[in-house]
């Protein structure tokens, strides 16, 4: 079973404006990632986050964590019709190691 | 530096028979994991190989099995297909055993007709 869910499960925004993400998860993590996945293709690491940290950020990526709502937020500023993918976070745990337990996903479109 | 490979792009089997999928990791990298990606959903852990032993397993039926070579190049395995295993097959490598970031291929699209 997955241990998260993104939220919503399709985005749909023109290009310029800002896209946010949200994934939830049931267990103690270690790390949260977030993974961008095109037309079914192989997955592209974007951002690792820490269980001590609250935020991070990557050019025009943001990703915030709280660990006590056990739910984390991607933020994509200035989208781009490149931007189109679906984006998956993904956890690590104490228990599990480096097996990286999957949300469904949020499939995103940015219009031109 | 080549990234993450796997062999073959597509391939289409019927129900019952056997599949071996190939991975070779990023250079360096001496841990292999493989995921099950059903359509429209996440990837689902399968196999964790690091040092040419198992270091962890999904939920996964014994239909599946995978082995690491001296190289660090990875197989994986399913017998007795079924509809259901349908999916995309996704390597990634890391650099240790417990690392952080995990460098996928671009996947196998297995097909069981």
């Known amino acids: 079973s997955q241990q998260g869910e993104e939220d919503p499960q399709a985005l749909s925004i023109q290009e310029g404006e800002n896209a946010t993400m949200n994934c939830s998860y049931k267990t103690s993590i270690n790390n949260l990632q977030w993974y961008r996945q095109n037309s079914g293709r192989g997955l592209v690491h974007l951002i690792l986050i820490r269980s001590n940290e609250r935020e991070k950020h990557s050019g025009r990526l943001r990703v915030t964590l709280d660990t006590s709502k056990k739910s984390s937020s991607l933020l994509i500023t200035a989208s781009r019709a490149a931007d189109t993918a679906s984006y998956f976070c993904a956890t690590d745990g104490e228990t599990s190691g480096s097996r990286l337990t999957f949300g469904e996903g949020t499939q995103l479109t940015v219009n031109p | 530096d080549a990234g993450v490979t796997q062999s073959p792009t597509h391939l289409i089997k019927t129900r019952g028979q056997h599949v071996t999928l190939r991975c070779s990791p990023i250079s360096g990298h001496k841990s292999v994991s493989w995921y099950q990606q059903v359509l429209g959903q996440g990837p689902q852990f399968i196999f964790q190989y690091y040092e040419k032993e198992e270091r962890g397993r999904g939920n996964f039926p014994d239909r599946f099995s995978a082995r690491q070579f001296p190289n660090y190049s990875s197989e994986l395995n399913v017998n007795a297909l079924l509809l259901g295993d349908s999916a995309l097959y996704l390597c990634?490598?890391?650099?240790?055993?417990?690392?952080?970031?995990?460098?996928f291929g671009p996947g196998t699209r297995l097909t069981v007709t």
């Open positions: 990634a490598s890391s650099l240790i055993r417990v690392t952080y970031e995990q460098y």
